[in-house]
Structure formats: structure tokens, C-alpha cells
């Protein structure tokens, strides 16, 4: 995961660029929860991530304080991605690799109409 961890961050800060590189996404998704609160209904529902795509995908996931590190596989394809908590808001950065790049568009507006509901949601109540 660190491996991950540590390209998914050179992406972000535009240091890999190459014959395949990575289109960065970034979605932050503001909430009034508090970073706790936040933090722990990510961490009920990251299990859903992996229903979110179209045929299912395999997500691996490591919190690194309020920071959590994903990798997730679907359709042949790995897809590096991190949240970032904050009392207020939670930054959603995605690395899409090669030709995934193309869909980044609609990714982002994926995540800003559902990011918030898929991840927030109150397991607790249920």
C-alpha cells in the first residue's frame, strides 16, 4: 500500500508524467459532521466502493490518520485514489491511469453528485 501511497502522491503533485501517465482528479465534498463523525461513517461504508462501479471492483483500503489510501481494480484496470478528512469537508483525489484519463470528466461529476451520500451515509441507525 505504501508503494501506492507514495506514486498516487507524485501524481498528484504533477511529478510522474510518461507514455502512460495519470489524469488527477480532485472532488471535495463538503459536509457539516465534524472530522470524527466523518472519518467513521467513511470507514462503515468504503465497503461500497467496490458496487459503485459497473461489474464490481476489488478495493483495498489503509487510513493513514484522517487520510485514507485506496486502490481499487475493476475491468482491468487499477485506479489509485485517497480521501482526505476534514472537520468540514472531505477531498477526494483520484490518479486515473492511461486511458481512464479520458472519463475524468465524468468521474468528477460522478463524485460531486453521489460521493458525499455513497460515503456518508449513517450505517448506525440501521
Not at 488527477?24 to 467496490?50: F, Q, S, W
Not at 477526494?92 to 453528485?113: D, N, T, W, Y
Amino acid at each position: 500500500m505504501e508503494h501506492n501511497a507514495l506514486a498516487l502522491e507524485k501524481t498528484l503533485n504533477g511529478a510522474h508524467f510518461g507514455p502512460m501517465s495519470t489524469q488527477p482528479v480532485h472532488v471535495d465534498m463538503p459536509h457539516k459532521l465534524g472530522r470524527a463523525e466523518a472519518r467513521r461513517r467513511i470507514a462503515d461504508n468504503v465497503h461500497k466502493l467496490g458496487s459503485f462501479f459497473p461489474g464490481g471492483a476489488a478495493v483495498t483500503h489503509e487510513w493513514q490518520g484522517d487520510r485514507l489510501d485506496l486502490v481499487i481494480s475493476a475491468m482491468g484496470q487499477t485506479v489509485d485514489a485517497r480521501l482526505e478528512v476534514e472537520d468540514a469537508l472531505i477531498r477526494c483525489h483520484v490518479a486515473l491511469p492511461g486511458l481512464l484519463g479520458m472519463l475524468a470528466k465524468p468521474i468528477e461529476s460522478a463524485l460531486r453528485l453521489k460521493g458525499s451520500d455513497l460515503l456518508l451515509e449513517d450505517r448506525s441507525k440501521k
